[in-house]
């Protein structure tokens, strides 16, 4: 019989599994991603039916179908080993993403099997209970969210939120909920938005996962973010000793080291998780993190030892270039090698990277500030022209979006206007940008004044002219 793809189109809509959560790969590095399933496969089996899961589905995405119902088939061989008893129930995401693959290889009859045991399955289990909650769902949903970046931290916060309604001790449920608080307080904190406190949270995770040292991890981080170092670093420490080999653990670990200003312990931490998972981004750029506040350190001396600065430039220089290889979509990494190329006087390549950066159009508002205070910022100190850093801070400034960076831009920008004024270059195009920079944040007040004053020492500007009329009807 042949198979209605249209029917099978809707059934397939209905399943919950990695196709029916909008998980968009312009948000990832897909290389990227993959390499960091890969590395937690190996080193924590309990999750593996969840990390093949997802990683079917970043396969599919790469166009590998093939690959992708290979790792299905791993995830069945998981379920089978650690949930014998509750095999269908615990199959339901697995037969869901196999169901969506099959119908992309156009292979509907297997499509249609899929879907008919997820059908049958959800039929069985409330004929059972009755109306049937499956929170484990909700929770995976959740993880996936969380691997899929930050713009998912607030969705992936409500589905853990949802599996904990069924069962609100469960520690896996806890450890994902107290994890995506923790995401959403670090973006809130970089975009100067209203932190929500995930404090509590973490403690309760640790309390209910005290084995699991990633939860511990963060929370000896978010003791350090409330600055109650010592508390932290207990924490850190007693993890060092539970897990001495756990890369995500060391990342972590390294990350309040470096935090702490201790460059030397961080480097050595990652350097060990980095034997052990050569391929992780995070751990490269977090290197070259530690590489730039050690030139940052040594340069502050009275005697710049300049030999070892050079070669922390090229340390540095060789961790951001991969972390960008292997993941085009980490945008911070971008200036971090930018900057970095300035600081070796390479500055062509230096010029080259900051216009990648400004030219990729899946920049995100607030990093798209962040890359124009950095290439203003590049403009000023190594090239040495005010005009252009003046131009880029207010392209920054342009977009409305309130962010560090927008905040980064307006100070730069004013401040350099600033000094001009008082090394007497008190021209109009000085006070005028003064005006325009008053205006792009909302001073209208203070931006007529300049407008006023740029328009008495040229009286014919009409670009004064028609911004201060604009200005005056507004008010």
């Not at 809509?13 to 399933?37: D, V």
């Not at 069924?166 to 994890?179: C, M, R, V």
């Not at 100190?381 to 005010?386: A, D, G, H, P, R």
């Amino acid at each position: 019989s042949t198979i209605s793809k249209d029917s099978l189109k809707i059934s397939l809509l209905q399943l919950e599994c990695h196709f029916t959560w909008s998980l968009l790969k312009q948000h990832i590095g897909l290389e990227a991603l993959e390499e960091t399933i890969l590395d937690h496969i190996k080193f924590v089996t309990e999750y593996n039916i969840r990390d093949y899961n997802i990683l079917s589905y970043v396969c599919y995405l790469k166009n590998s179908n093939e690959e992708a119902l290979r790792s299905l088939s791993k995830a069945e061989e998981a379920i089978q080993k650690h949930h014998p008893d509750e095999i269908s129930r615990r199959s339901l995401v697995t037969w869901g993403n196999y169901a969506w693959i099959y119908y992309h290889m156009q292979r509907y009859e297997e499509a249609q099997n899929h879907v008919s045991k997820v059908e049958n399955t959800f039929q069985e289990l409330s004929s059972t209970y009755g109306k049937i909650q499956l929170p484990e769902i909700h929770a995976e949903k959740g993880w996936s969210l969380l691997r899929f970046g930050r713009h998912y931290f607030e969705r992936a916060k409500n589905s853990f939120e949802d599996a904990l309604k069924s069962e609100p001790d469960n520690p896996d449920f806890y450890a994902g909920y107290a994890t995506a608080m923790y995401r959403l307080e670090g973006l809130a904190d970089k975009h100067g938005e209203e932190m929500r406190p995930c404090f509590n949270a973490l403690k309760r995770a640790v309390e209910l996962n005290p084995k699991d040292t990633t939860i511990v991890a963060l929370f000896a981080l978010e003791l350090q973010r409330l600055g109650r170092d010592n508390e932290g670093e207990r924490y850190i420490e007693e993890g060092l000793q539970k897990t001495p080999d756990f890369p995500v653990f060391l990342r972590h670990a390294a990350n309040f080291y470096r935090k702490k200003r201790d460059v030397n312990k961080a480097v050595e931490i990652l350097k060990k998780a980095l034997a052990l998972t050569p391929n992780s981004v995070v751990l490269h750029h977090q290197l070259g993190l530690c590489y730039r506040s050690k030139i940052m350190q040594l340069k502050r001396q009275r005697y710049t030892p300049q030999e070892e600065i050079e070669n922390l430039i090229q340390f540095a220089i060789f961790h951001f270039k991969i972390a960008i290889e292997k993941k085009p979509v980490f945008f911070s990494a971008y200036s971090d090698l930018g900057n970095m190329y300035a600081l070796g006087k390479r500055y062509e390549e230096a010029e080259e990277i900051f216009q990648k950066a400004l030219q990729k159009n899946d920049f995100d508002e607030g990093d798209k500030q962040g890359t124009y205070f950095n290439y203003g910022n590049f403009q000023h100190f190594y090239m040495k022209s005010e005009s252009k850093a003046i131009k880029y801070y207010i392209e920054g400034l342009k977009i409305k979006r309130d962010s560090s960076g927008r905040r980064k831009c307006s100070e730069a920008v004013q401040k350099l206007l600033e000094e001009k004024i008082m090394r007497g270059l008190e021209d109009a195009t000085v006070i005028g940008t003064l005006g325009l920079v008053h205006n792009l944040n909302g001073k209208k007040q203070e931006a007529i004044e300049c407008y006023e004053k740029a328009i008495a020492l040229d009286p014919n500007n009409e670009e004064y002219l028609n911004a201060l009329a604009e200005l005056q009807l507004s008010i």
